[in-house]
């Protein structure tokens, strides 16, 4: 089993669509997670950190479903320029003060038509 | 602006060449840089982390050999592809974090622009 598993997709959606991408992660005793933004032969930005309470920013939201190792991001009101692919991270919590490792999904394709 | 810079942005080379990459941060020292690659269609797999100072450590499965790092400095590390075969072909990315602070708890990566190489 991955370590951290995305549905691939493609997801194709019309302008001003809700899509939603799910993530599940093996390692319960990950971290941190976080949802980033990877365009077609680019570097990936961070999108956003993903807490336990839930986190909203503009029209992106992210939870966190620890019992369940599930996260999740949800677009609304999709915009042309929301096409990328959208991967899902999980750091490791390495103690004291080393970096704990980050891993990488696959990363979902999202393609928003007009 | 950027805070990470990576070069060369793309390179093309013949089988059997050594290929260097080079990852500078631009806003602040390093200590600890990690380098990535990415092949089509798949997610970044850690390659090694970079230390400054000191030797980088490895991922299972990544030749140490074969893809030198040297961190000599808080801003530079550089990762050498040596006697590069086509299946060495990737997209190679670096990313940095900063000593502590603010950085270790959001667990944001600051990524260079990437390094696209194509071996023939």
């Known amino acids: 089993r991955k370590e951290v598993e995305q549905d691939p997709g493609p997801f194709n959606v019309p302008e001003g669509a809700t899509v939603a991408f799910n993530c599940t992660y093996s390692n319960s005793a990950s971290q941190s997670f976080f949802w980033y933004r990877q365009d077609c032969r680019k570097e990936p930005k961070l999108l956003m950190s993903?807490?336990?309470s839930g986190n909203e920013d503009g029209r992106f939201t992210a939870q966190l479903n620890r019992a369940s190792q599930y996260i999740s991001l949800l677009i609304r009101d999709s915009k042309l320029s929301d096409s990328a692919t959208y991967l899902c991270?999980?750091?490791?919590?390495?103690?004291?003060?080393?970096?704990?490792?980050?891993?990488f999904g696959q990363g979902t394709i999202l393609t928003v038509h007009p | 602006g950027a805070v990470v810079s990576q070069h060369p942005s793309w390179v093309i080379c013949k089988s059997g060449t050594s290929v260097k990459i080079e990852c500078r941060s631009l806003?602040?020292?390093?200590?600890?840089m990690f380098w990535y690659r990415q092949f089509p269609k798949q997610s970044l797999m850690l390659m090694a982390t970079?230390?400054?100072?000191?030797?980088?450590?490895?991922e299972q499965g990544v030749e140490k050999d074969k893809f030198l790092i040297n961190h000599a400095s808080l801003t530079l590390s550089t990762l050498t592809v040596t006697s590069a075969h086509p299946e060495d072909s990737s997209f190679y990315i670096c990313?940095?974090?900063?000593?502590?602070?603010?950085?270790?708890?959001?667990?944001?990566?600051?990524f260079g622009e990437g390094s696209r190489l194509t071996v023939l």
């Open positions: 990313s940095v974090t900063t000593s502590g602070g603010a950085m270790r708890n959001t667990g944001e990566l600051f």
């Open positions: 970079s230390n400054e100072g000191s030797k980088a450590t490895y």
């Open positions: 991270v999980v750091r490791q919590n390495a103690g004291g003060t080393s970096y704990g490792k980050l891993t």
């Open positions: 806003d602040f020292q390093a200590t600890t």
């Open positions: 993903v807490y336990s």
